[in-house]
């Protein structure tokens, strides 16, 4: 190769390295800020909630078989509610079981593990209990966070106490007359208290 030629060459090669390293430092910067904003892949789990809900409309429990609302957690399944009375309007004890399932599982994907109480207030002049992220919540039940309404004059604390599934010291209830006595179901505690059995497949599943 002529001395021409080898000179001719190292300038398009020593010219297209200069050319090309810039868009290599960008792409190396871009992934390192990347990384930078990115959490540990333990935050972002540990982000997501540890709990879901779902029905079981064939649950046995004290020897009888119930619709029964379960929190699933660590591959276990906790009786939350179970479903007897029948008197809930036009809704059966299986319909029941599926609606709060399905509200307490939807207000989890929105909240995650902000999600702690179960509250009792009054919405539209009915008895009702809420979802909440505070113990404080019995004023401020609305649409989004209702979980259960009552009958009118109805004591939900003797209502709560007959769906809970196993009673725990997670039920605190501050006594005023039979439709507002305070109530607070702490959900964490509740978890703690109750019995585990092994998750079995769902049969309905939200």
Request: with cysteine.
């Amino acid at each position: 190769m002529s001395e021409k030629k080898a000179d001719f060459w190292k300038i398009i090669f020593t010219g297209g390295i200069a050319a090309i390293l810039p868009g290599v430092a960008l792409v190396i910067n871009s992934l390192t800020e990347y990384k930078k904003v990115q959490p540990p892949e333990e935050s972002r789990e540990e982000q997501r909630s540890k709990y879901s809900f779902w029905c079981d409309p064939y649950h046995a429990i004290d020897g009888k078989t119930l619709p029964t609302t379960l929190i699933t957690t660590d591959k276990v399944d906790i009786p939350f509610f179970t479903w007897e009375d029948k008197s809930f309007g036009e809704w059966s004890p299986v319909e029941r079981c599926q609606e709060v399932a399905r509200r307490l599982q939807v207000f989890n994907e929105k909240h995650g593990d902000f999600f702690k109480y179960i509250t009792g207030g009054s919405l539209n002049n009915y008895p009702v209990f809420c979802i909440s992220k505070t113990k404080n919540n019995s004023d401020n039940c609305n649409e989004d966070n209702l979980l259960i309404t009552l009958k009118k004059g109805e004591d939900k604390s003797k209502v709560l106490r007959e769906i809970i599934a196993f009673q725990t010291e997670a039920i605190r209830v501050k006594r005023g007359n039979s439709s507002n006595s305070e109530i607070i179901l702490d959900i964490e505690q509740y978890i703690k208290e109750a019995p585990r059995i092994q998750s079995k497949k769902r049969v309905i599943s939200h």
